[in-house]
């Protein structure tokens, strides 16, 4: 009789401890976040300097990490008012974008995956980027086309949108995120 809440002591512990675990890993890719408005940015994820729950991260999505030295990654789930990304909605990115020799900007859906869409337009590159008369970017998400910039959400409720900046040559410590300003994210209208 003794064992029986020892048992289910035991059970307790090992399913509150797998499912904080699996919370931990899943609801983030890691401690050591740096944050510009709604953009994060996880500088050593790629690096022998990053913490557990990077690795751990990482290894469950199967990403490949860009190395510190190479460039930076920064996701946006939500807009400057931190509302979530609608892609029923006309979102726009506007701004000046940190110095970096190439960026991309894409969209993916609420599972990390890239969204289908007719255009087969899946990202914009700097290099086919139109600038604004002062060197910002200018882009629209939404489901249908537009001119200019523009790229398809495939009408999903939750898009995230990832920019990638490679062989940018700045260097920041954790927190440092203000230092960097990113592009603003503003939902313009919805159907």
Same mark, same amino acid.
């Given at each position: 009789? =003794?064992?029986?809440?020892?048992?289910?002591? @035991?059970?307790?512990?090992?399913?509150?401890?797998?499912? &904080?675990?699996?919370? !931990? %890993?899943? +609801?983030?890719?890691?401690?050591? &976040? %740096?944050?510009?408005?709604?953009?994060? +940015?996880?500088? =050593?994820?790629?690096?022998?300097?990053?913490?557990?729950?990077?690795?751990? !991260?990482?290894?469950? *999505?199967?990403?490949?990490?860009?190395?510190?030295?190479?460039?930076?990654?920064?996701?946006?789930?939500?807009?400057?008012?931190?509302?979530?990304?609608?892609?029923?909605?006309?979102?726009?990115?506007?701004?000046?974008?940190? /110095?970096?020799? @190439?960026?991309?900007?894409?969209?993916?859906?609420?599972?990390?995956?890239?969204?289908?869409?007719?255009?087969?337009?899946? +990202?914009?590159? *700097?290099?086919? !980027?139109?600038?604004?008369? /002062?060197?910002?970017?200018? &882009?629209?998400?939404?489901?249908?086309?537009?001119?200019?910039?523009? @790229?398809?959400?495939?009408? =999903?409720?939750? %898009?995230? &949108? %990832?920019?990638?900046?490679?062989?940018?040559?700045?260097?920041?410590?954790?927190?440092?995120?203000?230092?960097?300003?990113?592009?603003?994210?503003? /939902?313009?209208?919805?159907?």
């Amino acid at each position: 009789m =003794r064992l029986l809440p020892l048992a289910f002591t @035991l059970l307790a512990a090992t399913v509150l401890g797998l499912g &904080v675990t699996w919370f !931990a %890993v899943s +609801g983030s890719r890691g401690l050591d &976040v %740096v944050r510009s408005g709604p953009w994060e +940015g996880w500088p =050593r994820a790629g690096t022998v300097k990053a913490d557990p729950y990077a690795r751990a !991260a990482l290894a469950r *999505s199967g990403e490949l990490p860009i190395e510190l030295a190479d460039g930076l990654l920064f996701l946006a789930g939500t807009d400057d008012a931190g509302r979530p990304i609608d892609g029923r909605c006309v979102t726009r990115i506007s701004g000046v974008l940190p /110095q970096a020799r @190439l960026w991309t900007l894409t969209l993916m859906d609420s599972d990390g995956r890239l969204i289908p869409n007719d255009a087969g337009r899946y +990202g914009l590159t *700097s290099a086919e !980027a139109v600038y604004t008369d /002062q060197g910002a970017i200018d &882009v629209r998400l939404s489901p249908r086309a537009r001119s200019g910039n523009w @790229l398809p959400t495939g009408a =999903r409720s939750r %898009v995230k &949108v %990832v920019l990638r900046l490679y062989d940018a040559p700045f260097s920041f410590a954790s927190g440092a995120g203000d230092a960097m300003p990113l592009p603003h994210i503003v /939902q313009e209208g919805c159907p």
